[in-house]
T-cell receptor
Framework: AQKVTQAQTEISVVEKEDVTLDCVYETRDTTYYLFWYKQPPSGELVFLIRRNSFDEQNEISGRYSWNFQKSTSSFNFTITASQVVDSAVYFCALTLETGANNLFFGTGTRLTVIP | DAGITQSPRHKVTETGTPVTLRCHQTENHRYMYWYRQDPGHGLRLIHYSYGVKDTDKGEVSDGYSVSRSKTEDFLLTLESATSSQTSVYFC????????????????FGPGTRLTVL
């Protein structure tokens, strides 16, 4: 069975601090895809990144970076120099090569950036 | 932003009444999905569609049915709404680039907040 665990329910940081959101996944499949989505207070879900299981290269996009480690089944997300606009709920998700292509979501981490 | 709209955006209904939620896309994407979001559960798949008139069940499909008669529209119906179906419902689409469409990112609509009294 597939499972995504986001152990941090809520995190608060002061503006300009760095913060890492943890994501641990479980699957027996060798081919899978990992995602991060952002859900700001307005409620929509915003796609941030997609990573396949064969690409362990870390990725950086502006203040955002992602660390994918198959050895620990983790796909962590770091925000550098956090800003108030980063306040949101962040979801990690997994989908498989086979099946319905549905996303298996973690329960989310609520990040609050304090000005 | 992907062209996805959901209607209605908010609905309050009573137990036992039928409810239909609509998802409309302008992207001509092959795959469409319905998820529900509940506290402590993240989002869970209800039903999905891989083409016109091609649909299948997801993780939490009991009490729900879907239909897709056109590429752009995907309807979710609660035949007889119950209080346990109070939730926020999200539609999502994905292009389905490969033969199975797996692994594509999904783009989400704005959501429908449904309250069943």
């Amino acid at each position: 069975a597939q499972k995504v665990t986001q152990a941090q329910t809520e995190i608060s940081v002061v503006e300009k601090e760095d913060v890492t959101l943890d994501c641990v996944y479980e699957t027996r499949d060798t081919t899978y895809y990992l995602f991060w989505y952002k859900q700001p207070p307005s409620g929509e879900l915003v796609f941030l990144i997609r990573r396949n299981s064969f690409d362990e290269q870390n990725e950086i996009s502006g203040r955002y970076s992602w660390n994918f480690q198959k050895s620990t089944s983790s796909f962590n997300f770091t925000i550098t120099a956090s800003q108030v606009v980063d306040s949101a709920v962040y979801f990690c998700a997994l989908t498989l090569e086979t099946g319905a292509n549905n996303l298996f979501f973690g329960t989310g981490t609520r990040l609050t950036v304090i000005p | 932003d992907a062209g996805i709209t959901q209607s209605p955006r908010h609905k309050v209904t009573e137990t036992g009444t039928p409810v239909t939620l609509r998802c409309h896309q302008t992207e001509n994407h092959r795959y469409m999905y319905w998820y529900r979001q509940d506290p402590g559960h993240g989002l869970r798949l209800i039903h999905y569609s891989y083409g016109v008139k091609d649909t299948d069940k997801g993780e939490v499909s009991d009490g729900y049915s879907v239909s897709r008669s056109k590429t752009e529209d995907f309807l979710l119906t609660l035949e007889s709404a119950t209080s346990s179906q109070t939730s926020v419902y999200f539609c999502a689409i994905s292009p389905g680039r490969g033969t199975s469409g797996t692994g594509d990112e999904q783009f989400f609509g704005p959501g429908t907040r449904l309250t069943v009294l």
